[in-house]
């Protein structure tokens, strides 16, 4: 059924810094492009399901940890999950899961890693509330074969 | 052959227009009237010398009428048993839409649908076609915009009986009810459910609007079996409604009223509602209004300590309304 919902995956431009974000599905490989590839900022818009901008918050969420998605393969070994981004709400503290899109700064997500890393307890607290598994410095290994491939992380 | 017209004007209200002929009520006579030249002469607006805005005019003139249904107008009687329209009496209120463009660059024009009424019926289909909720809050604030009360009935209720759209249907209903308009769910099979729109319907003068498809035909025979009034499957193909009805008309009810059933619309503009009035016509931001942290010039969107943001992040307003709000401001 129909509601309300309509296409808004457009150009945009960063509320964080000021960028111009391309939204094509071609350049960043993600249907709904939901933050700055360069300065990984997002914005709280999105309410009960991804695009559906139905959330009247609007503020910006930064980014604070990593973590896996769930692996769809019942026989994959527990790590093999695509990386994610969490972002938080800097109004509301509400926590959202993003994917990564292909033209995100790498070094931008690691960067994010090593101080997610460092949480809070306010945070590690909504963290299991969420049934959410930050990714820690145990899982730096992990992280950088996600992100640069196993031959490179071997060298 | 000439016809002889008597002097004595009498009043009646416009019960059926097609182009150029309007049937007026009057006791419980039926005459087929004309609009007399006066009345065009005084509906014109004044020209401008601007060869665009003349242009524009003459366009304008040729789709808009001075008469609407439900006018109550002054007439006088040709011995041909037809009549003769000089003048449109004042309106208590009316519903007017912004026209669909008559052609590619014109611009838009009033397009009152109906006056002196005193409420209106905005009629959904549970599905075939599928509920547009954005349409119905256009008609809607339309409504809020001129004072008149709204009734929302869905139809084809037993379409989705037991399917996955009956719960969203539930959902969408509830978000209406709780701001407090009525809604009837129907279906032209029930016979309960009729009895109930009869009597919200009694005493009153109501205008049915909708998409072609939705059943406002078929609604109209169920609630007055006899009117006889031409109905169509939506096309299964595409899931459209065929545009049957093709002209405005009022149905006087049996329980005393009427009811105006309009050809189905595939889009509905907003006349005159500037974006500054928009938030006052949905109720239930109304009483926050003025409470942001830049008062009235607050644009409710991006605006920090805006009140109405956040009342629908404290849940008191559905965030698909606020959409709606804010997708409306925007196409205006």
């Known amino acids: 059924m129909r509601t309300y919902f309509e296409n808004k995956n457009v150009d945009f431009t960063c509320k964080h810094c000021g960028r111009i974000v391309p939204a094509q599905t071609a350049e960043s490989g993600v249907v709904n492009r939901n933050h700055c590839p360069t300065c990984l900022h997002s914005r709280h818009v999105d309410l009960f399901t991804p695009g559906d901008w139905l959330c009247a918050c609007k503020a910006i969420m930064v980014p604070v940890g990593l973590t896996l998605k769930r692996c769809r393969d019942k026989y994959a070994a527990e790590c093999q999950g695509e990386l994610m981004l969490i972002h938080r709400c800097m109004n509301c503290g509400a926590l959202s899961i993003n994917r990564i899109a292909a033209d995100d700064d790498t070094s931008q997500i690691l960067n994010v890693f090593k101080v997610g890393s460092k949480w809070n307890t306010q945070l590690e607290i909504i963290y299991q509330q969420m049934r959410i598994i930050p990714l820690d410095k145990s899982d730096i290994h992990l992280v950088e074969t996600q992100l640069y491939g196993r031959t490179s992380c071997c060298r | 052959m000439q016809t002889q017209t008597t002097d004595a004007k009498i009043i009646g209200v416009v019960y059926k227009k097609t182009l150029g002929h309007y049937d007026v009520h009057h006791g419980d006579k039926i005459t087929p009237c004309a609009l007399s030249s006066k009345l065009w002469k005084d509906f014109k607006p004044s020209k401008d010398s601007g060869k665009t805005h003349e242009h524009r005019q003459n366009v304008t003139e040729k789709h808009m009428d001075p008469v609407a249904i439900g006018d109550r107008v002054r007439f006088t009687l040709a011995g041909d048993g037809s009549g003769m329209i000089w003048n449109v009496l004042p309106r208590r209120n009316y519903l007017a839409r912004a026209s669909a463009k008559p052609m590619p660059g014109a611009h838009a024009f009033e397009q009152i649908i109906a006056a002196n009424l005193d409420q209106v019926i905005p009629v959904f289909a549970a599905a075939d076609p599928e509920p547009k909720w954005h349409l119905l809050d ?114 006087q009810l049996a329980s005393g009223g009427g009811l105006i059933g309009t050809p189905g619309v595939r889009e509905f503009g907003l006349w005159e509602v500037s974006p500054k009035d928009i938030a006052y016509c949905y109720p239930e931001m109304q009483p926050y209004i003025g409470q942001c942290k830049f008062g009235m010039s607050c644009q409710h969107n991006d605006e920090p300590g805006c009140a109405i943001r956040q009342v629908v992040m404290d849940g008191k307003i559905s965030p698909y309304r606020y959409q709606s709000y804010l997708r409306l401001k925007a196409d205006l």
């Open chain 2, 138 to 251: 256009r008609y809607l604030v339309t409504a809020e915009y001129y004072n008149l009360p709204s009734l929302i009935i869905i139809t084809k209720t037993d379409l989705v009986r037991g399917s996955r759209s009956e719960k969203e249907l539930s959902t969408a209903v509830q978000r209406y009810r709780t701001i407090g308009y009525p809604v009837i769910l129907t279906s032209a099979l029930e016979n309960k459910v009729i009895f109930a729109t009869r009597e919200a319907l009694a005493g009153r003068t109501s205008v049915l609007m909708g998409k072609s498809g939705v059943g406002k035909s078929t609604l109209l025979n169920a609630l007055e079996p006899g009117l006889g009034v031409r109905v169509q499957a939506v096309n299964q193909t595409t899931g459209k409604g065929r545009h049957t009805t093709t002209h405005l008309e009022m149905f």
